[in-house]
């Protein structure tokens, strides 16, 4: 049974720039690293390999210098490491690159079960929490986000119960495998490659599937597929904040001033 790790490749946030003409990322010339809540979907599958005798897989759509992301997760543990790559894939939308990447996992689904999938949380350059899920209701998969914790795995009834971090509260949930997994930091720490594992991945394959291979529609993939596009983009630009009466002592005279404030700005209908 296969365990499948989502990861994606991100620009360095701490080396971003912003063309100011086209309003797009800037992309050349910047380091690239593995998204930072996927560093922990990896690691998560390499326990599930360890602890269960998953095959472990690592998938990632991108273009071809993906294969460098992948590379790291074959000098982690992975068995096996596949590039969605394609022309017909690039401008995708979430909604396009959920539907590769759940195309791509049924594809490897017919070598062996998928068992379970794991993502991030979020990217930390789309930012939208939207491809797992995506991932999960085309596949029919049981959807679990959010992931702190594992609780428990167990074969025989094909169940998985986890923790789910939420705002100010957990919540324990189990649900029918195959499941896809989103997961937050608290997971676990991620290994670091050893140098003869790194020399292993160096010579490994990483499988390249284009359209060609997934036989999606290819009007409903890429830029072409995608009913969302991005018309600007900008850093957050805020105005200095303003600190209202005094809430511990007068917290409904300090209530009133607010109400009164939004309302002068046009930010509260009464
Ligand atoms: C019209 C349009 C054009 C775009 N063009 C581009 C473009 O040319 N290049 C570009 O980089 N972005 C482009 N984007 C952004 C792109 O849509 C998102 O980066 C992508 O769909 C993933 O969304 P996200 O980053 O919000 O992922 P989230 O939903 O926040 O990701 C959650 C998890 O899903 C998994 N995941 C997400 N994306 C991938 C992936 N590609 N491979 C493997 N696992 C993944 C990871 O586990 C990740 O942690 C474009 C967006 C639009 C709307």
């Known amino acids: 049974m296969y365990v499948v790790a989502c990861i994606k490749q ?118 939208t929490a939207q491809v797992g899920p995506g991932i999960a209701i085309r596949l029919g998969f049981s959807q679990l986000t959010l992931v702190d914790r594992i609780e428990h795995l167990d074969f025989l009834s094909r169940k998985i119960r986890v923790r789910r971090k939420l705002e100010g509260r957990y919540e324990i949930v189990e649900a029918k495998l195959p499941a896809m997994i989103t997961v937050v930091r608290e997971l676990n720490r991620p290994r670091y490659p050893t140098v003869p594992m790194r020399l292993k991945a160096a010579r490994s394959e990483v499988k390249v599937w284009s359209n060609n ?28 904040g303003e600190i209202i009466g005094d809430g511990l002592n007068d917290p409904t005279g300090t209530a009133k001033l607010l109400l009164e404030k939004l309302v002068a700005r046009d930010m509260l209908a009464v």
């Not at 701490?14 to 797009?24: C, H, L, S, Y």
């Not at 990632?60 to 022309?87: F, H, Q, W, Y």
């Not at 997934?214 to 983009?233: A, C, E």
Request: hydrophobic residues 40%; negative net charge.
């Open 213 to 240: 291979d997934l036989k999606l529609d290819p009007n409903g993939i890429g830029l072409k597929g995608s009913p969302t596009w991005v018309s600007r983009i900008f850093s957050p630009q805020r105005a200095a």
């Open 10 to 127: 991100v620009p360095d946030t701490t080396q971003v720039q912003i063309d100011p003409v086209t309003n797009t990322l800037v992309r050349d010339g910047i380091p690239f690293i593995v998204n930072p809540y996927d560093t922990h979907a990896l690691e998560e599958s390499l326990r599930m390999k360890a602890r269960y005798g998953f095959k472990a897989a690592a998938l990632s759509m991108g273009p071809p210098n993906t294969e460098a992301t992948l590379r790291k997760a074959l000098a982690l543990g992975v068995d096996e490491a596949i590039l969605c790559s394609d022309r017909a894939f690039g401008g995708a939308d979430t909604l396009s690159t959920s539907k590769v990447l759940a195309e791509a996992i049924r594809k490897l689904g017919q070598d062996d079960e998928v068992g379970l999938v794991f993502c991030g949380k979020q990217t930390i350059d789309g930012d």
